[in-house]
């Protein structure tokens, strides 16, 4: 089965910038979107942003635009969230997705839209 492992996570302060990866270790499987996700302690897990793998088209949360930027490496299998100008709210464990195919009425926004996930690796940002 597939598995998607995530690096790049830390502790910086804010203004700083930090790189996410999540590398996927097969490269047989279905990807109709691959995405991040994020969760504090005591919220709820939200989306911060997602990668169609057909066309390359992009989506991000209203918070993460103009800072965070998703991208892909169809060579290493791997999805990246270049995270800039961070701030101590974006502390949170990011988590990266992968839905293996496109549901009806489903959100790529929403976590149920994706089939696997990677293990989750910690940002925290200190002011």
């Known amino acids: 089965q597939v598995q998607f492992v995530q690096s790049g996570g830390g502790s910086v302060q804010a203004g700083d910038s930090l790189r996410l990866s999540c590398a996927a270790s097969?490269?047989?499987?279905?990807?109709?979107?691959r995405g991040w996700f994020r969760q504090a302690p005591g919220k709820e897990r939200e989306f911060v942003a997602a990668?169609?793998?057909?066309?390359?088209?992009?989506y991000y949360a209203d918070f993460a635009k103009g800072r965070f930027t998703i991208s892909r490496d169809n060579a290493k299998n791997t999805v990246y969230l270049q995270m800039n100008s961070l701030k101590p709210e974006d502390t949170a464990v990011y988590f990266c997705?992968?839905?293996?195919?496109?549901?009806?009425?489903?959100?790529?926004?929403?976590?149920?839209?994706?089939?696997?996930w990677g293990q989750g690796t910690q940002v925290t940002v200190s002011s």
């Open positions: 990668i169609r793998w057909i066309d390359d088209t992009t």
């Open positions: 097969e490269h047989t499987f279905s990807s109709y979107i």
């Open positions: 997705a992968n839905s293996r195919y496109y549901r009806l009425s489903v959100s790529h926004t929403e976590s149920r839209a994706y089939d696997d």
